[in-house]
């Protein structure tokens, strides 16, 4: 959350340009500056999330095949791979 508020913040000190030396820290400066450390914090609070929820697949689960085995007069449903 708070990497999402730094993003506008230095959203908004390069469209005021708002800069600590004109010559050698101007407001693309400040801005970068502001920018990669709400990056980092993104980076951080994505690694935190992988490592706190398990790994979860989105794949579907193979379906069991039933295959009808007849012997003699009777016939049964069994489950598994074909």
């Given at each position: 959350m708070m990497g999402l508020l730094l993003t506008f913040v230095a959203a908004y000190?390069?469209?005021?340009?708002?800069?600590?030396?004109?010559?050698?820290?101007?407001?693309?400066?400040?801005?970068?500056?502001?920018?990669?450390?709400?990056?980092?914090?993104?980076f951080l609070s994505a690694r935190q999330l992988t490592k706190a929820a398990p790994a979860q697949s989105y794949l579907p689960r193979p379906r069991q095949s039933r295959i009808i085995v007849v012997r003699g007069p009777r016939c049964r449903w069994v489950t598994g791979a074909p």
């Open positions: 000190v390069q469209q005021a340009k708002i800069g600590l030396n004109p010559q050698y820290f101007n407001h693309n400066a400040l801005y970068h500056l502001i920018q990669a450390v709400a990056l980092g914090m993104f």
